[in-house]
C-alpha cells in the first residue's frame, strides 16, 4: 500500500512559480515510477510529466515542456513538481500518482496509487 500526499499549491500570478511535492509512504518508492497529472474544471485529466523510479528518466506533456521540471529525492520518499513561468491555463487540480513495479511510466500507462490532489491557481 503506498499513501500519496500532494502538496505546494495555492494562488499565484501568471509568469509565478510553484514547487508542487508528493510525499509517499511505504517502503515501494524506490521501485515506483511516479506521474504528475492535472484536472481544469470541466476537463479531462491530463498527463502532465513522469520521472523513472531512479530520476533517470523524465518525460513533459508539450504544454509544460520547457517550464516545469519533474524530479524527485528517494531519500525522502518525495517527487517533486517546479512549475515556472506559470500560465492562467495552467489552473488545475493536480495530482501525483504512483506506478509500482515499472521503471518509467506515462500518459497512457497505469497507475497503482493517487494522491488527493492540490489546487493550483493562476491568476492573470
Known amino acids: 500500500q503506498v499513501q500519496l500526499v500532494e502538496s505546494g499549491g495555492g494562488l499565484v500570478q501568471a509568469g509565478g512559480s510553484l514547487r508542487l511535492s508528493c510525499a509517499a509512504s511505504?517502503?515501494?518508492?524506490?521501485?515506483?515510477?511516479m506521474g504528475w497529472f492535472r484536472q481544469a474544471p470541466g476537463k479531462e485529466r491530463e498527463f502532465v510529466s513522469g520521472i523513472s523510479w531512479n530520476g533517470g528518466r523524465t518525460y513533459y506533456a508539450d504544454s509544460v515542456k520547457g517550464r516545469f521540471t519533474v524530479s524527485r529525492d528517494n531519500a525522502k520518499n518525495t517527487v517533486y513538481l517546479q512549475m515556472n513561468s506559470l500560465k492562467v491555463e495552467d489552473t488545475a487540480v493536480y495530482y501525483c500518482a504512483a506506478a509500482v513495479g515499472r521503471y518509467f511510466a506515462g500518459p497512457d500507462d497505469e497507475y497503482s496509487y493517487w494522491g488527493q490532489g492540490t489546487q493550483v491557481t493562476v491568476s492573470s
Open positions: 511505504g517502503s515501494t518508492f524506490s521501485s515506483a515510477a
